[in-house]
């Protein structure tokens, strides 16, 4: 099962970016889709994405998922083919951000110990 799994969550994040970089090209620009995280029944997905851009494009990525989630699904349950077609959350990565605030940390440290 933990194989299946893993081909269903490939498989909806590869069909849930490109329905969004091809149906919602000019609202998702600035969004990639990082994670799909399917429960072992197959009836619930968590979709993680990463904004790039700032605030305000942040608040258009939540906006476009909040409107457009049940589309998305609808579209990808046309591509997809399984008995039980999941419903998405829509959940903000912010794991590009916290590595930034590592990598900045590290050049800190880096830079410090310099003579």
Same mark, same amino acid.
């Given at each position: 099962?933990?194989?299946?799994?893993?081909?269903?969550?490939?498989?909806?994040?590869?069909?849930?970016?490109?329905?969004?970089?091809?149906?919602?090209?000019?609202?998702?620009?600035?969004?990639?889709?990082?994670?799909?995280?399917?429960?072992? /029944?197959?009836?619930?997905?968590?979709?993680?994405?990463?904004?790039?851009?700032?605030?305000?494009? &942040?608040?258009?990525? &939540?906006?476009?998922?909040?409107?457009?989630?049940? &589309?998305?699904?609808?579209?990808?349950?046309?591509?997809?083919?399984?008995?039980?077609?999941?419903?998405?959350?829509?959940?903000?990565?912010?794991?590009?951000?916290?590595?930034? /605030?590592?990598?900045?940390?590290?050049? &800190?440290?880096?830079?410090?110990?310099?003579?």
């Amino acid at each position: 099962m933990a194989k299946r799994k893993l081909r269903v969550d490939e498989l909806l994040k590869r069909e849930i970016s490109q329905i969004l970089h091809t149906d919602y090209k000019g609202e998702a620009v600035y969004t990639t889709v990082s994670e799909v995280d399917v429960s072992p /029944d197959l009836r619930q997905a968590r979709v993680f994405y990463s904004v790039l851009g700032g605030p305000e494009k &942040e608040k258009d990525a &939540e906006k476009l998922f909040r409107t457009h989630a049940s &589309e998305i699904r609808r579209k990808v349950g046309k591509a997809v083919i399984l008995k039980y077609l999941p419903f998405f959350e829509f959940i903000r990565d912010n794991s590009l951000e916290r590595g930034f /605030d590592v990598i900045g940390l590290i050049d &800190e440290l880096d830079a410090d110990s310099k003579p």
